[in-house]
């Protein structure tokens, strides 16, 4: 079994930052694909940022140039990092941390961080 514990949610005026964080721990090696989805009230779950074990990412067009996936440096530790920047009213959503180890074809979801952005 894989868990993601996901951290750094909250609320934050526009304009703000936040740093989301979700680490991966179980039967884990290493992963093909991490990241992040959004879920706002009454739409569909969408992609955020995905990061390949390669280091490829890819991000939904209304966050490029703001936010920023990163994974941690010890790519042992399975890692991942969401900066956000220049934070906007409509970013507030449910953020979940997405994994899919290596070696499998299966997905794991973390629960959900809240993140809430005042105009």
């Known amino acids: 079994q894989v868990q993601l514990v996901e951290s750094g949610g909250g609320l934050v005026q526009a304009g703000g930052s936040l740093t989301l964080s979700c680490a991966a721990s179980?039967?884990?090696?290493?992963?093909?694909?991490m990241g992040w989805y959004r879920q706002a009230p009454g739409k569909e779950r969408e992609l955020v940022a995905i990061i390949a074990w390669t280091g490829n990412t890819n991000y939904v067009d209304s966050v490029k140039g703001r936010f920023t996936l990163s994974r941690d440096n010890a790519k042992t530790k399975n890692t991942v990092y969401l900066q956000m920047n220049s934070l906007k009213p409509e970013d507030t959503a449910v953020y979940y941390c997405?994994?899919?180890?290596?070696?499998?074809?299966?997905?794991?979801w973390g629960p959900g961080t809240q993140v809430t952005v005042s105009s």
């Open positions: 179980g039967s884990i090696f290493s992963f093909k694909t």
């Open positions: 997405y994994l899919v180890p290596s070696g499998s074809n299966n997905d794991y």
